[in-house]
C-alpha cells in the first residue's frame, strides 16, 4: 500500500532533550516535506526537500534539522526542543516538486514538549 | 506572494443541507488550487484539484469546487451534507515549482447535526 509512515503518533518530552521523528515513503517520491499545523494558522512548511542531499528551510525552520541520506527517508530532528514546539507536525511526499503534483501526508505526530 | 484565506473557522450544517466552505485565494500568477480534508487523527487527504481547463471540479465524495478567476475564490460545495463529511478542510494554493509547493488556508471545521 502507497503510504507516508511517520514515528512516533504522539511524544511527550522535556524542554532541550533531543527528539527525531522519523518520516518514511514507498512511493519512489522525489519531493518531501515537513509541515506543522497550530490551530487557527493552518499547515506552515518546516524544511523540505527536493531529491536526495537537497534541502532547503520552508517558513518556519527555526529550531529544527533535516536530512535526505536515502530517498524514502526524511526525519525531522528537534535538537533542543521548546515549548513552542508543542504542535502537530505531518510529513508530506509527492513525485515531483511541479506545481500541481498531489501530495500525500503521514497521519501526524503529536508532540508535546514541557 | 501568493495566500490563501479560509472565511469560517468553524461550520455547522444538518444533515443533508447544503454544504458551503469558502476560499479566497492571492496570487500574481493562475494559481493551482487544492482543498484537502483532514478526519479526526489522520492525515490530510486531496478532495480536489484545479490546474487547467474546465472550471468546475469535482471530487471525491460528492464534493465539488468553480474555480472563478474574477472573483479569486475556490468554494467547495456539497449539495446534501452525510454525518461522515465532518471534519477540517483545507483549501490551499500552488504558484510556482520547487519550495512553495503548496500554501494552505487557516482550515474550516465542519460539523454536521443530525
Known amino acids: 500500500e502507497a503510504q507516508v509512515t511517520q514515528n512516533p503518533r504522539y511524544l511527550i518530552t522535556v524542554t532541550g532533550k533531543k527528539l527525531t521523528v522519523t518520516c518514511s515513503q514507498n512511493?519512489?517520491?522525489?519531493?518531501m516535506s515537513w509541515y506543522r499545523q497550530d490551530p487557527g494558522l493552518g499547515l506552515r512548511q518546516i524544511y523540505y526537500?527536493?531529491?536526495?542531499?537537497?534541502?532547503d528551510k520552508g517558513d518556519v525552520p527555526e529550531g529544527y534539522k533535516v536530512s535526505r541520506k536515502e530517498k524514502r527517508n526524511f526525519p525531522l530532528i528537534l535538537e533542543s526542543p521548546s515549548p513552542n514546539q508543542t504542535s502537530l507536525y505531518f510529513c508530506?511526499?509527492?513525485?515531483?516538486?511541479?506545481?500541481?503534483?498531489?501530495?500525500?501526508f503521514g497521519q501526524g505526530t503529536r508532540l508535546t514538549v514541557v | 506572494a501568493q495566500s490563501v484565506t479560509q472565511l469560517g473557522s468553524h461550520v455547522s450544517v444538518s444533515e443533508g443541507a447544503l454544504v458551503l466552505l469558502r476560499c479566497n485565494y492571492s496570487?500574481?500568477?493562475?494559481?493551482?488550487l487544492f482543498w484537502y480534508v483532514q478526519y479526526p487523527n489522520q492525515g490530510l487527504q486531496l478532495l480536489l484539484k484545479y490546474t487547467t481547463g474546465a472550471t468546475l471540479v469535482k471530487g471525491i465524495n460528492g464534493f465539488e469546487a468553480e474555480f472563478k478567476k474574477s472573483e479569486t475564490s475556490f468554494h467547495l460545495t456539497k449539495p446534501s451534507a452525510h454525518m461522515s463529511d465532518a471534519a477540517e478542510y483545507f483549501c490551499a494554493v500552488s504558484v510556482a515549482t520547487g519550495r512553495r509547493a503548496l500554501t494552505f488556508g487557516s482550515g474550516t471545521r465542519l460539523q454536521v447535526q443530525p
Open positions: 526537500s527536493m531529491n536526495v542531499e537537497v534541502t
Open positions: 508530506a511526499s509527492s513525485l515531483t516538486s511541479t506545481r500541481g503534483t498531489e501530495a500525500f
Open positions: 496570487s500574481s500568477v493562475p494559481p493551482y
Open positions: 512511493m519512489n517520491h522525489e519531493y
